[in-house]
Each structure stands twice: as C-alpha cells, then as structure tokens.
C-alpha cells in the first residue's frame, strides 16, 4: 500500500523568522504558494500535522518568532536575537486606569498654576494699589 506524501512549508519574514508552519492537513491555509519554502514531505502524522511535530513552539509568550530559516534549515533563534525583537515591540496600549490616573496628575498639576498665578495676581493687585495710593499722595503734595 502506498501512502499519500504529505508536503510542509514555511512562512518566513523578510528576516528569515518563521511566521508559520502549514502542511498535510493544514495546505488550505496557503492561499499563495509562492510565498511559501518547501522544507519537507513524507506519510505521517509528522507531515499532516507538521504544527506540533516540527517546532515546540513557533513564538515566544510574548509573540517573538522563535525559529529562522538559514537557507537549508529552520533553526533556534539565539537569545541575542529574540531579545533585540523584544526592544522593538511596539509599547502597550496605556490602560483606562493608567490613562485616567495621567489625566488626574495633569489637572493636579493644572490647579496648582492656577492657585500659583491667582495668588501671583492678588500680589501684583496689593502692589498697584500701594502705587496708586502712592501716586494719590504725591498729588496731594503737589496740590493737583
């Protein structure tokens, strides 16, 4: 009896990470073979269900490809190279709660200039009122 060959192909990025693991049961999942290596084939669950037999995991916890193709080979992705991946993540979406706590602090912040700019006013209206009695008196002294 002859077993129908099942083939497995990878999707890698223009980084050589690999993206995705398709193949046997999983070939609808290719739209665009072109885009696509051929790594293997054979009869199996090893080629049908190339997902869980070929990589341990094809990402890290945090969404970081894990393996990239050499050319002949997937390969393990060094620390070095999952960890400069992991700088470059883009930062988390502030939460309702952070984003909240910041608007808080902003009219905190906000409240004090005003107090400190309505005290400052009240100061310079102390000062003008002392010129003007000043300049009253002056006056006065003058017989205007």
């Not at 990025?13 to 072109?34: A, F, K, V």
């Not at 390969?75 to 930062?91: C, G, M, Q, V, Y």
Request: aromatic content about 10%; overall charge negative.
């Amino acid at each position: 009896m002859e077993w129908n060959k099942s083939k497995v192909y990878i999707k890698v990025d223009e980084n050589s990470r690999i993206l995705r693991c398709e193949g046997g049961y999983t070939m609808g999942n290719i739209q665009n073979i072109d885009e696509w290596i051929f790594i293997d084939e054979g009869a199996g669950d090893k080629y049908n269900l190339c997902q869980s037999h070929y990589f341990d995991r094809l990402y890290t916890e945090d969404g970081i490809p894990e393996y990239k193709w050499d050319g002949e080979k997937a390969i393990l992705r060094s620390n070095a190279e999952i960890e400069a991946d992991r700088t470059n993540l883009p930062k988390p979406v502030p939460t309702v709660e952070e984003r909240l706590t910041e608007v808080e602090q902003q009219l905190i912040a906000a409240d004090e200039v005003a107090v400190e700019l309505y005290e400052q006013q009240l100061a310079q209206n102390d000062i003008n009122i002392a010129q003007d009695e000043a300049l009253c008196e002056l006056y006065e002294m003058m017989g205007v």
